[in-house]
């Protein structure tokens, strides 16, 4: 019986995506659940997977092809099964399995990734449930490999070792950009050409809270399993204050109406290897340090496996992202629209500072409000930010609502 694939129901904001990877080819065998191709959509990339036994009998679009929510994209012939040749990847799975007596069980794309850097899954430890083989479990196996095994196997394959380019010759390659570059580049672009943007800065100490983190964060961690106490916990927190305070920077414009937001969902930009993207902490008024803590890692952890979903990134009142991250000392981030303001926070340096008269070495931040001028007078931007750092020196106010 022939089965259809189709491609998911993609969320009102989103129109299209395109075919990123096929992982099957016509004639392949393939057992339910195994993956089968990657949609890439202006925000996430979604797999698709087999939905039982069978064959591929053929694919009805090819990478870069663009689809539609619901749209056929490839068939496949249930029950039917390919004979493995002597050789093939099933044949050596199958004997690896044999040889063992142990088998291991493994994700689809683990089992690719360890296929491509010929890594054998024997000798890969599962994070997973029952001891399952994760993608980032191959992915740490091929990081924990010796630069003397590295540059042993380069010397004695011939075949993966690049030759030089002869001197003078300047190599250049032209590659699509990813739909979701693309969308990240259109929506930078419309913010520049349709927002009136200014940025204000101003510091803050963090003494006092890298205090409360040194003194506390291990029974933190042992009170709030899942949870690490960081930095970006309190900033949530005094941030959603000093929204509480402004409603304008908690605002948004639509057409020539301004939408005040009863509630504060604040996004929290993750950068990933297909570009940034920003999860969104719903209702933070009602999050507790801990809360935040652990939403984060967890969004973290989704955005490294490429797991997050449209809607965890849908929405948002305001952004906050951390430069400091990199390394960066100032930066003047830009708006996420529809919101009307987005917070920069970085590197955290110390550097000498007067108080009460006498000049101390202090480990200072440098923060960046970044906000829409034509919803947002300076005075506002300018005391918003102030409230921030007032509750970050000093972090009893963040308790007290003060």
Same mark, same amino acid.
């Given at each position: 019986?022939?089965?259809?694939?189709?491609?998911?129901?993609?969320?009102?904001?989103?129109?299209?995506?395109?075919?990123?990877?096929?992982?099957?080819?016509?004639?392949?065998?393939?057992?339910?659940?195994?993956?089968?191709?990657?949609?890439?959509?202006?925000?996430?990339?979604?797999?698709?997977?087999?939905?039982?036994?069978?064959?591929?009998?053929?694919?009805?679009?090819?990478?870069?092809?663009?689809?539609? =929510?619901?749209?056929?994209?490839?068939?496949?012939?249930?029950?039917?099964?390919?004979?493995?040749?002597?050789?093939?990847?099933?044949?050596?799975?199958?004997?690896?399995?044999?040889?063992?007596?142990?088998?291991?069980?493994?994700?689809?794309?683990?089992?690719?990734?360890?296929?491509?850097?010929?890594?054998?899954?024997?000798?890969?430890?599962?994070?997973?449930?029952?001891?399952?083989?994760?993608?980032?479990? &191959?992915?740490?196996?091929?990081?924990?490999?010796?630069?003397?095994?590295?540059?042993?196997?380069?010397?004695? =394959?011939?075949?993966?070792?690049?030759?030089?380019?002869?001197?003078?010759?300047?190599?250049?390659?032209?590659?699509?950009?990813?739909?979701?570059?693309?969308?990240?580049?259109?929506?930078?672009?419309?913010?520049?050409?349709?927002?009136?943007?200014?940025?204000?800065?101003?510091?803050?100490?963090?003494?006092?809270?890298?205090?409360?983190?040194?003194?506390?964060?291990?029974?933190?961690?042992?009170?709030?399993?899942?949870?690490?106490?960081?930095?970006?916990?309190?900033?949530?927190?005094?941030?959603?204050?000093?929204?509480?305070?402004?409603?304008?920077?908690?605002?948004?414009?639509?057409?020539?109406?301004?939408?005040?937001?009863?509630?504060?969902?604040?996004?929290?930009?993750?950068?990933?290897?297909?570009?940034? &993207?920003?999860? &969104?902490?719903?209702?933070?008024?009602?999050?507790?340090?801990?809360?935040?803590?652990?939403?984060?890692?967890?969004?973290?952890?989704?955005?490294?496996?490429?797991?997050?979903?449209?809607?965890?990134?849908?929405?948002?009142?305001?952004?906050?992202?951390?430069?400091?991250?990199?390394?960066?000392?100032?930066?003047?981030?830009?708006?996420?629209?529809?919101?009307?303001?987005?917070?920069?926070?970085?590197?955290?340096?110390?550097?000498?500072?007067? &108080?009460?008269?006498?000049?101390?070495?202090?480990?200072?931040?440098?923060?960046?409000?970044?906000?829409?001028?034509?919803?947002?007078?300076?005075?506002?931007?300018?005391?918003?930010?102030?409230?921030?750092?007032?509750?970050?020196?000093?972090?009893?106010?963040?308790?007290?609502?003060?």
């Amino acid at each position: 019986m022939s089965i259809d694939i189709k491609a998911p129901t993609f969320p009102e904001s989103v129109q299209e995506g395109s075919i990123a990877t096929w992982h099957k080819k016509p004639g392949e065998s393939v057992s339910r659940d195994d993956l089968l191709v990657d949609i890439e959509t202006d925000k996430v990339v979604l797999e698709v997977v087999a939905p039982a036994d069978g064959i591929v009998a053929e694919t009805l679009k090819e990478e870069g092809d663009t689809v539609l =929510s619901n749209e056929i994209i490839a068939r496949i012939n249930e029950g039917e099964v390919v004979e493995s040749a002597p050789g093939s990847e099933v044949e050596t799975a199958k004997e690896a399995v044999d040889s063992s007596g142990e088998e291991k069980i493994a994700s689809p794309s683990a089992r690719k990734l360890a296929s491509e850097q010929g890594i054998d899954l024997h000798a890969v430890a599962g994070s997973g449930k029952d001891g399952r083989i994760t993608k980032e479990d &191959v992915v740490n196996t091929t990081r924990a490999v010796s630069p003397k095994t590295q540059a042993t196997s380069s010397t004695t =394959s011939d075949s993966h070792t690049p030759m030089p380019a002869p001197v003078g010759e300047r190599v250049e390659k032209r590659v699509p950009m990813t739909r979701m570059r693309t969308r990240i580049a259109d929506r930078l672009l419309q913010v520049t050409q349709t927002t009136a943007m200014l940025t204000t800065f101003n510091e803050v100490d963090m003494h006092k809270v890298m205090d409360l983190r040194s003194e506390f964060k291990e029974d933190f961690s042992k009170i709030h399993p899942g949870a690490r106490l960081g930095f970006m916990g309190f900033f949530v927190r005094a941030a959603t204050e000093a929204l509480k305070r402004f409603p304008s920077v908690n605002a948004s414009i639509d057409g020539t109406d301004v939408i005040y937001h009863g509630y504060q969902d604040v996004g929290v930009a993750v950068s990933t290897d297909k570009g940034l &993207v920003v999860p &969104v902490l719903r209702n933070t008024e009602s999050m507790s340090i801990a809360d935040i803590e652990r939403t984060i890692a967890e969004f973290g952890g989704k955005a490294r496996d490429g797991k997050l979903t449209i809607e965890e990134m849908t929405g948002g009142t305001f952004t906050i992202t951390n430069g400091g991250t990199f390394g960066s000392l100032m930066s003047t981030p830009i708006l996420n629209p529809p919101q009307a303001a987005i917070l920069g926070m970085h590197a955290i340096k110390e550097r000498p500072i007067a &108080v009460n008269g006498s000049v101390v070495i202090r480990p200072m931040m440098n923060l960046a409000l970044s906000y829409d001028h034509r919803l947002i007078d300076g005075r506002e931007a300018v005391s918003f930010l102030v409230a921030i750092k007032e509750m970050i020196e000093n972090p009893a106010k963040i308790l007290l609502e003060m």
